[in-house]
């Protein structure tokens, strides 16, 4: 079956320009992460959504940072007033939960670059 | 304060066991995470712990006691392609998840 999808794959954006990153997942996977990797770090957590629950947004570096995820399936990362910072590789992963446990799949990325 | 401890740097000779240990502190636990990173790659999923004791999967074994705040990543039968980053995460109460910096594994022949 198809994997975890993101689009668009790459994206150059001016500075203060407003972004959206879509990610779609598996189908039936109630989880849905994003996760940010700028050039030559680590992998950031920015949220997380499970089923129906409220997400935690503190992983999200600004409030110019928002994520949605409509009716438990496709979501979309936004990211208002784009700063040159905010250049990285978005990430976005889907995992089924059955019980203790959890299979997460990736998927390719978004890489934005804000110049 | 969060914590997540692991080896910088390992090697390991083609053929054999290497174990990638990882320590944690965190804010409550909800599970954690292995991943293996090749260099320009999105992250692969390796497993998940969120009980006690070892869960194998073919070359690859990860371990949790949570009394100890500690975990490892067992890879058996090495192999060229296994030289990657291999990542720990915990996932804490409130679902956020916590990443250490990784391991840099180099496989050699």
């Known amino acids: 079956g198809a994997g975890v999808s993101q689009s668009p794959s790459n994206k150059v954006t001016e500075k203060g320009k407003d972004v959206e990153l879509r990610c779609d997942p598996i189908?039936?996977?109630?989880?849905l992460y994003w996760y940010r990797q700028s050039l030559g770090q680590g992998l950031e957590f920015l949220i997380y959504f499970q089923g129906n629950s409220a997400p935690d947004k503190s992983g999200l570096p600004s409030d110019r940072f928002s994520a949605e995820r409509t009716g438990g399936s496709v979501s979309t990362l936004t990211i208002q007033r784009t700063q040159q910072e905010d250049s990285a590789v978005y990430l976005c992963?889907?995992?089924?939960?059955?019980?203790?446990?959890?299979?997460?799949?990736f998927g390719p990325g978004t890489r934005l670059l804000v110049l | 304060g969060q914590n997540i401890d692991q080896p910088t740097e390992m090697t390991a000779t083609e053929g054999a066991i290497v174990q990638i240990n990882c320590t944690y502190q965190?804010?409550?636990?909800?599970?954690l995470f292995w991943y293996q990173q090749h260099a320009g790659e999105a992250p692969t999923f390796l497993s998940y712990n969120v009980l006690d004791g070892l869960e194998e999967k073919g070359r690859f074994s990860s371990f949790l006691s949570r009394s100890k705040g500690y975990s490892y990543l067992l890879l058996k039968e090495l192999q060229m392609k296994d030289s990657a980053s291999y990542l720990c995460a915990v996932r804490e109460d409130t679902d956020k998840l916590i990443f250490g910096t990784g391991t840099r594994l180099q496989v050699f022949p």
């Open positions: 189908s039936g996977h109630t989880a």
């Open positions: 992963a889907s995992s089924l939960v059955v019980g203790f446990q959890e299979t997460q799949y």
């Open positions: 965190t804010s409550g636990f909800n599970g």
